[in-house]
């Protein structure tokens, strides 16, 4: 396609596309001509002088002053490309145009951003040879002198758009991202800054399995990619973009899954797994640092970021439908987090809250609400959060919590003691459950399904038990037992060291003592408690 340079305007070209000679064209055509006189002084210095003659310090010294001219095209060169930009989307002509120069061979396969970039680069260049050179050039050398004079003029050039050229690879690293992404999101802009990317692993709500993913930190926003398997073009696809404004990092702690953090935005919440500690580690100071710097560079950084010590990050009521919940995972619970009835794959199948991310069972979930994070659209909702969301009043009174009708999480986060054990009652076979003695009710054992259980399996009023811990199975070495009367409890911890931890508490509850009271009989293994153990038969 040939361009009327004369005109700049082909027929039907609602606009003028001659705004960029001011700068750009301007500065590009005397870098030309300079950078093509410079090199036939040099080649003809090599073909006439070199062999009698041989110095190219008084060559580079005469030119130098002309790379003044490149600080002024780096001054301009962020509104060149911001005009290249702006024109490329509204003027189809232009675009047009450009990406028919760019097929041509000479242009090497590269964009005209690309092209634009390489007079930044040009002074480092210069600079970088000429002090190889000089180490290389002998101290008594003719051409000493002028070749350090014309260093110290190159490297003056240089020092003036130092900052310019910073911003300049960083914007070469944007294109090379913009490219990877199927050049479909528009993030080629001299105000982003790419701050970190690499692989990660997402662990799925439902399955709980960890699916490949991978993750570009800019100064604004987080890019949450699908890897994309081709041989050609683009290598990922954008799934979320995660504002950084508002958004929370957390450290999460996964027994199957370790290495695992959670990134909360208003968009979504997702829980990714690191390839190691010192990779969750990076990641985590690298979103914290980069939230920081976002807040106080828009000062509209209020009250400190709190780091939440509940590592599932639960969503307030005033933030319902309007930031995406973290989904609890529905391994983590047996029942409905909202009726307490147990899930089955029949009659009470597991779904997901949009606004709380609780896992409830179809009956609490038959409601729907407009989500403020998902533009508006009808998501389903439990009945709490479409009371709060849409306003809607019952006029029922909430039932008072009966004892297993407390919510694991609630005894969990203040507690004396919690942790999986293996529990048996008489000859039942050993199952996994989760324990826990709250602060609260501290002669109390409370018995879960699993962590995020809203209502107790079972609970034990340890005193009066007799405590036994002599070693019964191979199996299960870190074994102990509780017994009163006819009620026989068996558990096993997974360590000895866990096991001791329990043991300490639980010889103080039996008497009716607790771990913050005061102890007139001092309540460990090696102590007194005879009346409180069972030997073997």
């Not at 062999?51 to 002053?65: F, H, N, V, Y």
């Amino acid at each position: 396609m040939e361009v009327n340079l004369e005109n700049k305007q082909p027929s039907g070209h609602y606009e003028r596309t001659d705004l960029l000679l001011p700068t750009f064209n301007r500065m590009a055509i005397k870098r030309y001509f300079i950078a093509n006189y410079w090199k036939k002084q040099i080649e003809a210095h090599f073909q006439q002088r070199w062999e009698t003659t041989p110095r190219i310090g008084d060559i580079l010294q005469k030119l130098a002053p002309f790379l003044k001219m490149y600080g002024e095209y780096v001054k301009g060169f962020d509104n060149a490309m911001e005009l290249v930009k702006n024109m490329t989307e509204r003027i189809p002509q232009f675009k047009s145009i450009i990406e028919e120069i760019q097929k041509q061979k000479i242009c090497g396969s590269l964009t005209l951003q690309h092209h634009m970039l390489e007079p930044v680069q040009r002074i480092p260049r210069y600079e970088m040879l000429l002090k190889d050179y000089l180490r290389k050039l002998p101290p008594g050398s003719p051409d000493w002198n002028d070749a350090k004079k014309s260093l110290e003029i190159i490297s003056t050039a240089a020092s003036h758009s130092n900052s310019a050229i910073r911003k300049m690879e960083n914007l070469k690293k944007l294109l090379e991202i913009y490219e990877m992404l199927g050049e479909e999101e528009d993030i080629v802009n001299p105000s982003n800054e790419l701050i970190k990317e690499g692989q990660i692993l997402k662990l799925a709500a439902r399955n709980t399995s960890a699916q490949e993913r991978y993750l570009f930190l800019f100064n604004n926003m987080l890019l949450y990619c699908v890897p994309r398997f081709s041989l050609v073009g683009s290598k990922f696809t954008v799934r979320t973009r995660v504002g950084i404004d508002g958004m929370k990092i957390v450290e999460t702690h996964n027994e199957e899954y370790p290495h695992t953090f959670q990134v909360s935005g208003k968009e979504r919440t997702l829980e990714l797994q690191a390839s190691s500690e010192q990779d969750k580690e990076e990641w985590i100071k690298a979103l914290q640092e980069t939230i920081d710097a976002f807040h106080q560079r828009h000062e509209t950084f209020r009250n400190a970021i709190a780091k939440d010590n509940d590592i599932h990050s639960e969503v307030s009521t005033a933030e319902l439908g309007k930031r995406a919940p973290r989904w609890i995972r529905d391994n983590e619970v047996t029942m409905c987090m909202k009726c307490k009835e147990s899930f089955n794959a029949l009659t009470r199948r597991r779904h997901h809250c949009r606004a709380c991310g609780h896992v409830v069972c179809w009956k609490c979930s038959d409601y729907k609400a407009q989500l403020e994070y998902d533009g508006g659209k009808l998501s389903k909702v439990c009945k709490d959060c479409y009371q709060i969301i849409s306003g809607f009043t019952d006029s029922e009174e909430k039932k008072r919590k009966g004892i297993l009708e407390i919510e694991s999480a609630e005894v969990s986060g203040n507690s004396v003691v919690c942790s999986f054990l293996q529990y048996m009652e008489k000859s039942k076979p050993w199952q996994k459950a989760w324990c826990v003695i709250p602060k609260q009710d501290p002669l109390v054992l409370y018995m879960y399904g699993a962590p995020q259980d809203v209502r107790a399996q079972a609970t034990i009023p340890l005193l009066g038990y007799i405590v036994d811990d002599m070693l019964r199975s191979a199996d299960l070495p870190h074994s102990f037992k509780l017994t009163q009367s006819k009620s026989v409890h068996s558990f096993a911890a997974d360590s000895e060291e866990l096991k001791q931890k329990w043991l300490k508490i639980i010889l103080l509850a039996v008497t009716g003592e607790t771990p913050d009271g005061p102890s007139k009989h001092p309540a460990t293994l090696d102590d007194d408690p005879e009346p409180k153990r069972k030997s073997e038969c």
